[in-house]
């Protein structure tokens, strides 16, 4: 059995054109899926726009977007948050998420 200090960690950006509305919808069901895979997350919401400003001052693993967005001169995955929202293609995103934090 796993101890509280071997769950791995991730730190997360999420962003939508406004950085609130769908946004929030995806960083709640994103934070409840990767409790349940029993992974500790550190979230940060913001808008689509400032995108790359936001990652090159932080440590992200992986960003979702309901927006759509291109990420130029870095290695960061960028997931499409839209089966958050729709439910379709959702287990895939999990997949990629899964990937991810598999490589760690």
Do not use: H, Y
């Not at 796993?2 to 919808?25: F, H, M, P, Q, Y």
């Not at 936001?54 to 960061?76: E, H, M, P, Q, Y």
């Amino acid at each position: 059995m796993k101890g509280k200090n071997e769950r791995k960690r991730v730190n997360v950006l999420v962003v939508c054109a406004d950085g609130v509305a769908t946004s929030s919808i995806v960083l709640v069901s994103l934070r409840e899926a990767l409790e349940d895979m029993d992974v500790e997350a550190e979230f940060t919401q913001g808008r689509v726009l400032d995108v790359t400003r936001t990652v090159k001052g932080g440590n992200f693993d992986f960003v979702v977007s309901t927006a759509g967005v291109a990420l130029d001169d870095t290695d960061i995955p960028v997931i499409s948050g839209i089966p958050f929202l729709t439910g379709i293609g959702k287990e895939q995103v999990f997949e990629q998420i899964k990937d991810i934090i598999d490589k760690k």
